[in-house]
C-alpha cells in the first residue's frame, strides 16, 4: 500500500485541520519557496518585489480554503501550486496588495480572486524548470546534512550531473588522499543517494505510486531541455 505523503495528508488538513496535517502542508509550502520565488522573479524581470510577493502569497496559501478544491486524487502539488501562482500573477497581485496596504484594508484573499486562464506553454515550463531546481536543491540539502565530512561532501558534490565543472577522477582522489577507486566507489555511492534523494522529495508531492515515475520522467526531460537549461 502507498503510504501517505505530505500531498494526502494535506487533503485531511482540509477536512479536520489537525496538526500534523497543518505541519504537512507547511513543510510543502517550504519545499516549493524557491521556486514560487524563482517564478516570480523571472515573472517581474528580477523585481525586489518578488520576495515580499512570495512571502505574502504563501501566507495567504497557508490561510485560504483553496486546499479544498484541490483534487488529491489525482493531481500533483506541483501543478496545485503552479494553478494557485497563477492567480497572483494574472491578477496583478502586487498593485492589489499595495492598494489594500495603502487603505489599511486587508489584501484580497487567494480564493476571492478570479480563476485564470490556463497557463501558457512558456509560464508552465517557467515553473518546472523552478520546480526541478527546487526538487534537486531539497536532495542535495538532505545528502549534504547526511555525509560526515563536509570537505569530502564538498569534492564529491561536484562529480554529480549537472554540478559544475568536473575535475579529473585522479586529481580530485589525490586531494582526498585515497586511491582512484576508493573514491570512484564514494562518487557513486553519492550518485545513488541523490537519485534516493530526488525520488524521496517527488514522494511528498504526489498521491498515488505510479505518479512517483510519471514525475521523475518529467523532471529528468525538463532538466535536459536543450533549448531552456537552467
Request: charged share 25%.
Amino acid at each position: 500500500m502507498f503510504p501517505p505523503t505530505p500531498w494526502t495528508l494535506i487533503a485531511a488538513a482540509t477536512l479536520n485541520g489537525d496538526s500534523a496535517s497543518r505541519q504537512a502542508l507547511e513543510k510543502m509550502c517550504a519545499i516549493y519557496r524557491p521556486a514560487v520565488f524563482d517564478f516570480l522573479s523571472r515573472k517581474l524581470s528580477g523585481s525586489p518585489e518578488a520576495e515580499d510577493l512570495t512571502q505574502e502569497f504563501f501566507v495567504h496559501l497557508l490561510e485560504s480554503r483553496l486546499w479544498q478544491r484541490a483534487d488529491h486524487e489525482k493531481g500533483r502539488f506541483r501543478n496545485f501550486l503552479l494553478g494557485a501562482v497563477m492567480r497572483v500573477v494574472s491578477n496583478d497581485w502586487r498593485q492589489r496588495s499595495a492598494q489594500k496596504r495603502g487603505s489599511g484594508a486587508n489584501a484580497t484573499s487567494l480564493e476571492d480572486l478570479p480563476e485564470p486562464a490556463a497557463p501558457s506553454v512558456d509560464d508552465t515550463l517557467l515553473f518546472d524548470r523552478a520546480w526541478a531546481q527546487a526538487m534537486l536543491d531539497a536532495a542535495l540539502i538532505r545528502i549534504e546534512s547526511e555525509w560526515t565530512d563536509p570537505e569530502e561532501f564538498a569534492v564529491l558534490q561536484r562529480f554529480l550531473p549537472g554540478g559544475e565543472e568536473t575535475p579529473a577522477y585522479a586529481q580530485a582522489a589525490e586531494s582526498m588522499h585515497c586511491s582512484l577507486g576508493a573514491f570512484k566507489s564514494k562518487v557513486l555511492r553519492l550518485r545513488q543517494r541523490y537519485r534516493e534523494c530526488i525520488e524521496s522529495e517527488i514522494v511528498r508531492t504526489v498521491s498515488r505510486p505510479e505518479d512517483v515515475a510519471a514525475e521523475l520522467a518529467h523532471l529528468q526531460r525538463v532538466l535536459m531541455d536543450p533549448e531552456h537549461p537552467l
